[in-house]
């Protein structure tokens, strides 16, 4: 019986402490477009916009595997500003497409769009669009 509760207690703290990482990473994500572009041209950022939906599997996905990696979130807010917009909850400005989601847009500090694709990215395309983003940049 002790075994079953010290298995019972090692999944709570699991739990727990997956639990606790998940919503740090959250804590990074802004979910108010206008509030993102005040706060990159203050840390001189560019932004990471998401967009996506609540009932979509491949955003599910994308937020559960790819964004779940320390080392995929820690490269992104190195240098963005991270904005996360569902179509079902947030306000999109009308100049991005919230269809066809995820949908995945990166922005200088004055607004323009320098890099925008869709889909579900596994790691080793996230690492591929944030290249792709860095030299549409230039």
């Known amino acids: ?22 919503h740090a990473s959250e804590d990074q994500w802004l979910h108010d477009y206008d509030e993102a572009v005040e706060l990159a041209k203050k840390e001189n950022k560019d932004i990471y916009l998401f967009i996506g939906a609540d009932v979509c599997h491949f955003c599910k996905k994308y937020k559960e595997t790819t964004l779940s990696n320390k080392a995929a979130i820690e490269r992104l807010t190195k240098d963005y500003i991270l ?7 947030h306000l999109i400005p009308d100049h991005f497409e919230q269809y066809g989601v995820p949908r995945h847009y990166f922005i ?31």
């Open 1 to 22: 019986m002790s075994i079953y509760k010290l298995s019972l207690l090692q999944l709570l703290t699991i739990f727990t402490l997956f639990t606790l990482t998940l």
């Open 83 to 89: 904005v996360y917009l569902s179509r079902d909850q």
């Open 108 to 138: 200088d500090a004055n607004e323009k769009v320098f890099y925008d694709t869709r889909g579900l990215l596994e790691l080793a395309g996230f690492y591929t669009m944030l290249d792709e983003a860095e030299l549409s940049k230039e």
